[in-house]
């Protein structure tokens, strides 16, 4: 017998291995990634719970694909959206006309899968952010190899990194 519970009132749990992550986003382009895995890799169509944040002529687009989605009037996504390639591993370009925020339902990552791989040490490199809260970056990047670690991608003096508005040397 739950206590406080009245038999006419019950209260009902849902356990589930889905989350959802809520995503606010600003008018004009933003830098977005995923820290869930998304549920669906059939293009953008499936991949948002619902339209409500996006307008006609919002863009989407994977920063290393020349493919990219724009939202119609029909509330589809349309062009490239079918080919992006959407997942926790990749950054994306969003350009919205309005403010708004977008869910994406997924699973969590399992952290054996929680590497992000800087493909050219001599560039900028794009990386998602896949932790689940806003962490100090100490802490955000505390598994990047230190230069006296023997890996091929290491932090090495004069490394930045940026984000919207801060960056860390």
């Given at each position: 017998?739950?206590?406080?519970?009245?038999?006419?009132?019950?209260?009902?749990?849902?356990?589930?291995?889905?989350?959802?992550?809520?995503?606010?986003?600003?008018?004009?382009?933003?830098?977005?990634?995923?820290?869930?895995?998304?549920?669906?890799?059939?293009?953008?169509?499936?991949?948002?719970m619902d339209?409500?944040?996006?307008s006609n002529?919002?863009?989407?687009?994977?920063?290393?694909?020349?493919?990219?989605?724009?939202?119609?009037?029909?509330?589809?996504?349309?062009?490239?959206?079918?080919?992006?390639?959407?997942?926790?591993?990749?950054?994306?370009?969003?350009?919205?006309?309005?403010?708004?925020?977008?869910?994406?339902?997924?699973?969590?990552?399992?952290?054996?899968?929680?590497?992000?791989?800087?493909?050219?040490?001599?560039?900028?490199?794009?990386?998602?952010?896949?932790?689940?809260?806003?962490?100090?970056?100490?802490?955000?990047l505390s598994?990047?190899?230190?230069?006296?670690?023997?890996?091929?991608?290491?932090?090495?003096?004069?490394?930045?990194?940026?984000?919207?508005?801060?960056?860390?040397?």
């Amino acid at each position: 017998k739950a206590v406080g519970v009245a038999p006419d009132a019950p209260i009902q749990f849902h356990i589930s291995e889905y989350k959802v992550q809520e995503i606010s986003l600003s008018k004009g382009w933003n830098w977005v990634s995923f820290n869930v895995e998304p549920l669906y890799d059939h293009g953008l169509n499936m991949l948002f719970m619902d339209n409500d944040a996006f307008s006609n002529d919002d863009v989407i687009q994977h920063v290393g694909n020349p493919n990219f989605g724009v939202f119609d009037e029909n509330d589809k996504w349309v062009g490239g959206a079918e080919s992006i390639g959407i997942s926790f591993s990749n950054v994306y370009l969003m350009y919205m006309h309005k403010n708004g925020s977008i869910k994406v339902k997924g699973r969590s990552i399992d952290d054996s899968h929680r590497m992000v791989h800087i493909a050219n040490a001599n560039r900028w490199n794009e990386l998602p952010y896949l932790l689940e809260v806003a962490q100090p970056i100490e802490k955000a990047l505390s598994d990047y190899p230190l230069p006296f670690q023997s890996v091929e991608s290491k932090a090495t003096e004069g490394d930045w990194v940026k984000s919207h508005d801060e960056f860390a040397v």
